[in-house]
């Protein structure tokens, strides 16, 4: 991961982005992303692998980018969040359901 | 990431969520997930660490699922995505601007 | 209003569309489409009116399409969600703050 | 279309909020709220009618603010697109198929 957020960066900063890399703008450009990877399935549930392969890096490197801008560590803001929605979503209440936790 | 993968995995398998996890329905999650995080800075460019650090974490947590349940190395495609954009985004052409490059 | 949903919805038609309108697809164009709209502000706030113009026009046109498969009139469903707001917001406590009424 | 237009303008001005609604923040809320609208069919296709019809009233509230703020008639855009679209999708090629224009 580190090795990959090292590429990442140096992509960036070859180009002089970082001047444009606020968070903010970060958050929008996962967002933008995030819409064209949904738009390989805008119509039904088959898919383009290719297409859905570029448009996922495409969020990854963005949120790449903003863990990096932040000083945030991946693993451990995700392994964060999985103990909270443990707390969330305790196994014998959340098992077998898509009910959101505070329908549970 | 082999091991991070592996814990959003089981959280997801101890919950027997696996059957609504489809690439589309994943798809329409990550998408969920970065209007979460977009709100952090709706309205101003200020905004609470705590907070992005768990939108920011929602949005790798459903790419990590994505991935793995697509069978995609993230490291790989994202590397792909970078050789890719350095054909569409030249350094000599694209430094210090952020410009489209159908539009460079 | 009615005029216009009857332009949107004739074009759905003549195009034999309607089987792909679901209201959850409908939900993901709405999503993909603001992702394009947010495109056009993504690294600052200069914009080109010609784009906006568009992208807006798509948004609200997926709006339109499902406020009539759902059979919602959408001058009534956005004064019934201002009287909402209108609780959640009183002018005294939110006046010229950006705050979310559950930090008000 | 216009009264409506006056009532969503007038909420926003009683609260002194129109120092925080740039056509920026204003793309940004439509994103937002997309994805809420969105969430209300996350993991399957069934919905409650009476979420969708808040968040898709949100959707709409910042169409209309960004309309008004940018001087832009719904009406005139949506049709200008439509203009635009069936030069994209000409029957006789789009009839039964959700293919991107670019694919046709």
Same mark, same amino acid.
């Given at each position: *991961?580190?090795? $990959?957020?090292?590429?990442?960066?140096?992509?960036? !900063?070859?180009?002089? #982005? +970082?001047?444009?890399?606020?968070?903010?703008? $970060? @958050?929008?450009?996962?967002?933008?992303?995030? &819409?064209?990877?949904?738009?390989?399935?805008? #119509?039904?549930?088959?898919? +383009? /692998?290719?297409?859905? %392969?570029?448009?996922? @890096? +495409?969020? *990854?490197?963005?949120?790449? !980018? *903003?863990?990096?801008?932040?000083?945030? +560590? /991946?693993?451990?803001?995700?392994? $964060?969040?999985?103990? /909270?929605?443990?707390?969330?979503?305790?196994?014998?209440? @959340?098992? &077998? %359901?898509?009910?959101?936790?505070?329908?549970?």
């Amino acid at each position: *991961m580190k090795e $990959l957020t090292k590429k990442v960066v140096e992509f960036t !900063q070859e180009r002089d #982005w +970082d001047q444009f890399h606020s968070p903010e703008n $970060l @958050a929008k450009s996962i967002s933008i992303e995030a &819409g064209e990877l949904l738009e390989c399935f805008q #119509w039904n549930s088959e898919y +383009d /692998i290719e297409e859905v %392969k570029e448009e996922l @890096a +495409d969020v *990854m490197n963005y949120c790449i !980018q *903003m863990s990096n801008k932040l000083n945030l +560590d /991946i693993k451990e803001i995700v392994e $964060l969040k999985l103990a /909270i929605n443990a707390k969330k979503y305790p196994v014998e209440k @959340a098992k &077998g %359901k898509p009910t959101k936790y505070n329908k549970l």
